[in-house]
């Protein structure tokens, strides 16, 4: 794979669970990486010392804090030519328990953020001619979940997200795919409940939970200069769970 150091890359959610597998891998690969996180200044900084990645707080939910964000990320480490829109929560309630705020927390921060970050970004791709972008979706953005009709929405409408600016950036030279994890071994699974997630873990042919950095080789393989060709898609990595 061809891979360009020069390229920076910027990981929503990037100091835990997936995002930091790919903030890592995407640094090992030789990228300039900034890691955006929302809340945990006190991971942030682990992570920070442990891996040399310079960490950008804000909420992606915020249009405006994305604007800013990413200008100050283009100053200090250079144009921006890949994003990786990992940041999500969860919260899982059935219909009859969920609140209102419980879905535009989860679509303004999961399908909201994916947004913000690639209109924040998209006009100097197209003035460079060049641009990678990988949103994280999910299995159950594809396939549904019981208890997440918020989750599923906001994780569903990446998929959908991804197909049409894959078009409108094709010709330009960004590509735009997705990559739909399974069930993968990260604080945000851990908050199910131990008996759910047995039974979902049964269910899974691989017999295991995913492994953030499996996540992770998807991304490496997406952002590479020479994989220009791969638009539109979207990699199921989900250990045989669902085929989509
Ligand atoms: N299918 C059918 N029925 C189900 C069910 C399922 N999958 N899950 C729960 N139920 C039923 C229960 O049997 C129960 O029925 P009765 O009332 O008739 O006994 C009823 O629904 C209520 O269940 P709970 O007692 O669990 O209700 P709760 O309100 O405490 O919790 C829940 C409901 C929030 C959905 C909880 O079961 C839960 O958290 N489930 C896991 C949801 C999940 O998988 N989330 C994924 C998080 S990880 C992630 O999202 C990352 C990714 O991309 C993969």
Redesign the pocket.
């Given at each position: 794979m061809a891979k360009n150091p020069q390229r920076v890359a910027v990981v929503t959610g990037g100091t835990r669970g997936i995002g930091e597998a790919i903030s890592l891998a995407l640094k090992d690969a030789g990228y300039t990486v900034a890691a955006v996180y929302a809340g945990n200044d006190e991971r942030a900084r682990s992570f920070t010392a442990a891996s040399g990645i310079t960490t950008f707080k804000w909420d992606v939910s915020s249009f405006d804090d994305c604007k800013t964000g990413m200008e100050k990320i283009a100053a200090q480490l250079g144009p921006v030519d890949i994003i990786v829109n990992n940041a999500?929560i969860?919260r899982?309630?059935?219909m009859?328990?969920m609140n209102r705020s419980g879905w535009d927390e989860v679509l303004d921060t999961n399908l909201g953020g994916c947004f913000n970050m690639c209109k924040a970004a998209w006009d100097g791709m197209l003035e460079r001619g060049f641009g990678r972008i990988v949103n994280i979706g999910?299995?159950?953005?594809q396939a549904g979940?019981?208890?997440?009709v918020n989750?599923a929405a906001a994780?569903s409408g990446i998929h959908g997200f991804t197909k049409a600016l894959s078009q409108e950036g094709a010709a330009k030279g960004i590509t735009v795919n997705a990559i739909a994890?399974?069930?993968?071994d990260?604080d945000?699974?851990a908050?199910?409940?131990p008996d759910?997630?047995e039974?979902?873990v049964a269910r899974i042919p691989v017999k295991r939970l995913g492994k953030a950095n499996e996540i992770a080789r998807g991304v490496l393989f997406l952002v590479a200069d020479d994989a220009g060709f791969i638009t539109g898609s979207t990699i199921s990595i989900n250990g045989g769970q669902h085929m989509y």
């Open positions: 999500g969860t899982d309630a059935t009859k328990k999910s299995i159950n953005g979940q019981y208890g997440q989750y994780k994890p399974g069930y993968i990260t945000m699974v908050a199910v409940p759910v997630l039974k979902i």
